[in-house]
């Protein structure tokens, strides 16, 4: 029996570009920012990243999918998602090169395809990833629409949705019973910074991003990762900058840090086409050690905003924007990459434990 060809599929710019390919995954039009990322493994942590939330992603490596997607709903000792970053893929297309037919692995349950197309999610081979990825750094992220080949339609603003409402959590939950008590914001926050809260030897209680953390008890603040322009998330900024007043320890990530500028009364800027990969070099401002990280953000902090009191922590070691921020006296830090790195380098995983210890401090 001969099977169906795939149908044919594009992806469309909204300066014009065309890029035609197969469809693959769900069989449905979407559209949204398109970025790209440079890692070489984990598209199913990469998928299930709430900060890639109404965007296409783009992957650079030639393919996807050789070894599968792990079985859906299991959970770790901590009730968290085991394989995957979140509770479902937030991309809202995937561009891939060379999607695989089959897979191979000791925890795969399923193909790439068929984990889209379960969870509505289009897809696009046979793409020139290498080409794209070009013109998106040329030109700059853009918006794009992914969808049937004859569907010519000019794609929306990428910018106009809620994204950290869509994916915070919608209610309190504690994890863990001993140590410091953490304050996590969830403004779309990934498992693994959960378990390395936990491993680092907190107890954290996990809140929505629009919860009156100021008035609550805890020993230290963390500010998690989220999708979209952290200019949209006035009201947690000014949630942010009375729990300064407070002198305990907080610590941002990514998103959070990004926040962690504003409420200290900075700002932040797009960049081009952004950081998203599991290798970009962060250098240490006072000591000139360097830090191969994992990334996704499309912000920045814009170093001659910082006041007097913040300092320049790390640079990015390609094109010098601010990848870590922190307070010359107070216990005060955030950094643009994920320290927890699932998948991806490890080196930066201490700053947990740093933070962990500067909450127990404080609570002593």
Known sequence: MTEEPSPAATLTLSDGGLFSGTSFGAPVSVE???VFNTGMVGYPEALTDPSYRGQILVLTHPMAGNYGVPARGRRDRH??????????????????????????????????????AEQGVPGLSGVDTRALAKRLRHVGVMPGRLGPANLAVRPPDAESGDYVAEVSCREVRAYGSEGPTIMAVDCGMKANILRCLLKAGAKVVRVPWDHDFAAASWD?????????????????????????????PVFGICLGSQLLALAAGGDTYKLKYGHRGQNQP?????????????????????????????KVWLRNGNDQTVEGLRHADKPFRGVQFHPE??????????????FISQARACRT
């Open 32 to 34: 949204g920012e398109v």
């Open 341 to 354: 790195a699932n998948p991806g380098p490890t080196d930066t995983a201490f700053l947990f434990d740093r």
């Open 282 to 310: 962060c250098v240490d401002a006072d000591t000139g050690r360097c830090f191969i990280t994992s990334q996704n953000h499309g912000y920045a902090v814009a170093p001659e905003s910082l006041p007097a009191g913040w």
């Open 79 to 116: 009730g968290l998602p085991e394989g995957f970053e979140s509770e479902r893929i937030q991309v809202r297309g995937l561009v891939v090169t060379d999607v695989s037919e089959s897979f191979c692995h000791w925890s795969a349950v399923s193909s790439l395809h068929d984990w889209l």
């Open 220 to 248: 230290g603040l963390f500010l998690s990762n989220g999708p979209g322009d952290p200019k949209r998330c006035g009201a947690l900024v000014q949630r942010l900058r009375a729990a300064l007043a407070l002198d305990r």
